[in-house]
Nanobody, 118 residues
Framework: QVQVVESGGGLVQPGGSLRLSCAGS????????IAWYRQAPGKQRAWVGR???????VYTDSVKGRFTISRDNAMNTVYLQMDNLKPEDTAVYYC????????????WGQGTQVTVSS
């Protein structure tokens, strides 16, 4: 039974930091590619970045140099470290799991709210 759960969201001031977690179970975590997405009020869900099974990462331009994705396969967890947060980073953050062993469209978590405000 595949499960994907995001956590770590909250309220932070501009310039602050936050670390989100994406925990997975019910599949071989070490073989999965994990992508982070976010959805701000009134906007479509947007891709943030991803990490492949070999640890290679890529990010959208708006977060380069500020966000870092990493993984701990022993803990079945992927992290999104967010530094120098801006008000425009405010959104619900989601992770998506993709793997050769899973359905083509992958699996989504329920999301975690990040609010950047003074």
């Amino acid at each position: 039974q595949v499960q994907v759960v995001e956590s770590g969201g909250g309220l932070v001031q501009p310039g602050g930091s936050l670390r989100l977690s994406c925990a997975g179970s019910g599949f071989t975590f070490s073989l999965a590619t994990i992508a982070w997405y976010r959805q701000a009020p009134g906007k479509q869900r947007a891709w943030v970045g991803r990490i492949k099974d070999d640890g290679w990462t890529v990010y959208t331009d708006s977060v380069k140099g500020r966000f870092t994705i990493s993984r701990d396969n022993a803990m079945n967890t992927v992290y999104l470290q967010m530094d120098n947060l801006k008000p425009e980073d405010t959104a619900v953050y989601y992770c998506n799991v993709q793997s050769r062993t899973l359905r083509p469209d992958g699996y989504w978590g329920q999301g975690t709210q990040v609010t950047v405000s003074s």
